[in-house]
């Protein structure tokens, strides 16, 4: 089945340590983005890419790096410098053309030990 | 600052009813909208989209955008039960690319049985 699948589920990390968060899309899409979604909070934007070997900072990149090496996988490592990275995370991939709706995999849980 | 409103709720409606969900965004620029539904501990689901003043249906959905007085709303017909859950409004500035999107907080949406 087409779709978007992140890994793991649930994530702990611990104080100093950087932890990486996997995405990966069989959707043939150009664009691929990482929310952070904190309780009772909508979704903030990350980073995003819209094409191999490019990415953009969202609304909250401070913390935060990317890449996309290839056009299936946008991989987000959250840093020690990351301070606050008790959150849901979650991925989302859309067509390259503009207004096209984008698509969320089941997102990461990550937390502090 | 752009911004997407909405009233986080809950806001309650017997099985059976209409029930209607608003959202008002601050770029009177903006292109594209977007209804997605979140359950308890899940990644949204895309609901429904809007680009053009009016209304659009698919289903027991109704999406309905004003761009005058920069307003979008979900209408759900004969709610039942399963649509207990947050919806999320989520906006796409003008400007093109594949950028993210900006969301709302999200209504929770009880339904009576």
């Known amino acids: 089945d087409g779709g978007i699948t992140q890994s793991p589920k649930y994530l702990f990390r611990k104080e100093g340590q950087n932890v990486t968060l996997s995405c990966e899309q069989n959707?043939?899409?150009?664009?691929m983005y990482w929310y952070r979604q904190d309780p009772g909070q909508g979704l903030r934007l990350i980073y995003y890419?819209?094409?191999?070997?490019?990415?953009q900072k969202g609304d909250i990149a401070e913390g935060y790096s990317v890449s996309r090496e290839k056009k299936e996988s946008f991989p987000l490592t959250v840093t020690s410098a990351q301070k606050n990275p008790t959150a849901f995370y979650l991925c989302a991939s859309s067509q390259q053309i503009s207004n096209q709706p984008q698509h969320f995999g089941d997102g990461t849980r990550l937390s502090i030990l | 600052q752009k911004e997407v409103e909405q009233n986080s709720g809950p806001l309650s409606v017997p099985e059976g009813a209409i029930a209607s969900l608003n959202c008002t965004y601050s770029?009177?620029?903006?292109?594209?909208f977007f209804w997605y539904r979140q359950y308890s501990g899940k990644s949204p689901e895309l609901i429904m989209f809007?680009?053009?003043?009016g209304d659009k249906e698919d289903g027991r959905f109704t999406a309905q955008l004003n761009k005058a007085s920069q307003y979008v709303s979900l209408l759900i017909r004969d709610s039942q039960p399963s649509d207990s859950a947050t919806y999320l409004c989520a906006v796409k500035w003008s400007g093109g690319g594949a950028d993210g999107l900006t969301f709302g907080k999200g209504t929770h949406l009880i339904i009576q049985p």
């Open positions: 959707l043939n899409h150009d664009a």
């Open positions: 809007i680009y053009s003043n």
């Open positions: 770029d009177r620029g903006s292109q594209s």
């Open positions: 890419s819209q094409i191999v070997n490019d990415f």
